[in-house]
């Protein structure tokens, strides 16, 4: 059992050196670091998804707004058709 324990101790502590030396020379980011850059990207995404939100809102509207002028040029040329022919059936 002691043997155990002073290897499991011996590799606690080689790691920890490892780790530490590993950070220490900027070869491995701690989890602050970590951690903050993961904040980072979350609001950069964030940002990104609302501004490809409001372009494709905006284009929306933009091409609600053109089918709607269409329809409606669309219905005054049939009325105006309609009421031609109206004219023309009533005349004879």
Known sequence: ???????YTLTLAGTT???NYLVGKGYLKTTAQISKDVKHKRNELKEK???TREE?????SEK???II???EE???VLED???ELKSKFKKK
Do not use: L
């Open 17 to 19: 050196a490892s780790i």
């Open 64 to 66: 609600r707004g053109e």
């Open 69 to 71: 002028e269409k329809v």
């Open 1 to 7: 059992i002691i043997q155990f324990n002073c290897r």
């Open 81 to 83: 058709r309609v009421d």
């Open 49 to 51: 998804y609302s501004e």
């Open 56 to 60: 494709m809102k905006d284009k929306i």
């Open 74 to 76: 669309r219905r005054h």
